[in-house]
């Protein structure tokens, strides 16, 4: 899920579903806006850091900044927020029954919930797209995980199977899977 290498789509594996987010102007220019707001934020922690050591007229400055952080972070979530919606809108999924390009908003089965970050961003949905795009009928799928371990990226273990996650790929796997009634 998510980058290899600093890179979307390496050659030899499946691509991401959609388009790399870096070629959508408005994720761009989101993007860099919820960068700026992190600055802002951790220069505003720090100065409240730093005047919760000084005196009384410090310590009204530090409410003021308390203030201004949770501003600031209420908006960053909102702009990245519309980040995600933006790649969300590109991310367009297909099935062995021929319905293409449906965007993955519309096939996320949770209901009226928000689609969550990484979905779709895992092997299988990457090769189920794929197998579709290419005409293949795949008869099987087992997700090995390949990476670091533990910390806060994750806690599974590299070179061990697991299931499709349940609030993400799991979520859009049965219109992906659609047209295999023989499988």
């Given at each position: ?99 293409y390009f449906r965007p993955l908003i519309n096939i996320y089965t949770r209901g009226p919930t928000k689609v969550p970050g990484g979905t779709g961003d895992c092997a299988a949905p990457k090769l189920l797209a794929e197998a579709a795009r290419l005409g293949l009928r795949p008869t099987g799928i087992a997700e090995i995980f390949v990476g670091a371990t ?34």
């Open positions: 899920a998510g980058k290899l290498g600093g890179k979307w789509n390496l050659p030899g594996w499946s691509p991401i579903i959609g388009q790399v987010p870096e070629s959508l102007p408005v994720f761009c220019r989101l993007r860099d806006d919820v960068t700026k707001l992190f600055d802002e934020i951790d220069a505003s922690n720090k100065l409240n850091v730093s005047s919760s050591k000084e005196g009384s007229s410090l310590k009204k400055q530090r409410g003021t900044n308390e203030g201004k952080v949770k501003h600031l972070t209420k908006k960053r979530a909102r702009l990245a927020t519309l980040a995600l919606d933006e790649v969300r809108r590109h991310q367009l999924v297909t099935n062995f029954r021929g319905d533990g910390g806060m990226s994750t806690g599974k273990g590299d070179g061990e199977l697991y299931d499709a996650c349940k609030d993400r790929c799991e979520q859009i796997a049965g219109f992906m899977l659609c047209g295999l009634d023989d499988v």
